[in-house]
């Protein structure tokens, strides 16, 4: 299946093998307690989209995010993977974004690699573990500081380049 763009409700319209974007909290199902809409679009792709003008979306849509893919999902706040990222572990699901990247969202890239618990790693050095915040994981993929992992979520805030 090719990425689309698709009005939808519910993690569940996100297929296994994909990760879906959706323009509305709670996956475009209504909140507990609080009235939202019940249907939104949703972005559905299994592979990295440089930019998502190209499907109908646009950096202000993005909300929350399903990850059903094997790979660790890496949303941007900017086109062509650039700008501000945080990560969304394999299996992972966002019901609200993070303020900075809520409706935020420009471009999405599945990556492959591990995480390093307690260990934060600038560029050649490694910070030991007794400097990370408390009872935060910090992310190191190729030297370079990717995020440190949001409270309640399973994703990851980014401080990549």
């Not at 972005?43 to 929350?64: F, M, P, R």
């Not at 974004?97 to 420009?106: E, I, N, T």
Request: one cysteine or more.
């Amino acid at each position: 299946m090719p990425v689309r763009c698709v009005h939808t409700a519910g993690r569940d319209t996100c297929p296994e093998g994909y990760y879906a974007l959706y323009e509305h909290a709670n996956y475009n199902t209504p909140c507990p307690g609080g009235a939202s809409p019940t249907l939104g679009q949703t972005v559905i792709a299994n592979e990295s989209v440089a930019s998502l003008n190209g499907y109908d979306w646009h950096a202000g849509l993005t909300t929350s995010v399903a990850n059903k893919t094997m790979m660790h999902l890496e949303l941007f706040i900017d086109c062509a993977f650039r700008g501000r990222s945080m990560i969304v572990a394999p299996g992972e699901f966002v019901d609200r974004l993070p303020p900075f990247f809520d409706k935020a969202v420009s471009s999405a890239r599945l990556i492959t690699g591990s995480h390093q618990d307690g260990v934060l790693m600038v560029a050649d050095r490694a910070v030991p573990a007794e400097q990370v915040p408390g009872g935060e994981r910090v992310v190191g993929r190729d030297g370079v500081i990717v995020g440190r992992e949001a409270r309640g979520e399973g994703a990851v805030q980014g401080f990549g380049p």
